[in-house]
C-alpha cells in the first residue's frame, strides 16, 4: 500500500501540495503576527470514474482559517441626509487666528 503523502503529491500533479504548503506558510506568518490562532482543513473526495470499473476522481478542497489583523476604526458623524464626514455637521468651525509673540522677557531680572 503506498502511503498518503505518496498518494497526495500525485493529485493534480502535485498542485495540491504546492497550495498546501503556500497556505501553511501564509498560516503561520499570520499566526506569528496576530498572535492568534487559525486552522487549515483539508477534505478529499472519492468518487467511482464508471460503474463497475476501478477507476475513481479524486476532488481536493483545501480552507484556510487564516487570522486577521485588528483593522483601524474611523470616527465619522452621520448627517441628516446619510451621509458620512469627519467633522460633526453639527458643530461650528471655529476662526482660529495666529496669536503674535513678544521678545520681551515677562519679568525683569533684579
Do not use: W, Y
Amino acid at each position: 500500500m503506498r502511503t498518503a503523502t505518496d498518494v497526495i503529491r500525485d493529485i493534480r500533479g502535485g498542485e495540491m501540495v504546492d497550495e498546501l504548503g503556500q497556505n501553511l506558510a501564509d498560516l503561520t506568518n499570520a499566526v506569528v503576527a496576530t498572535g492568534k490562532k487559525g486552522h487549515i482543513s483539508i477534505k478529499i473526495s472519492i468518487s467511482p470514474a464508471s460503474k463497475g470499473d476501478c477507476a475513481v476522481t479524486v476532488i481536493d478542497e483545501i480552507k484556510a482559517n487564516i487570522p486577521q489583523l485588528a483593522k483601524s476604526e474611523t470616527l465619522m458623524f452621520a448627517s441628516f441626509d446619510g451621509s458620512l464626514s469627519r467633522q460633526d455637521p453639527r458643530q461650528r468651525n471655529l476662526e482660529l487666528q495666529a496669536v503674535t509673540t513678544t521678545t520681551s522677557p515677562l519679568h525683569k531680572a533684579a
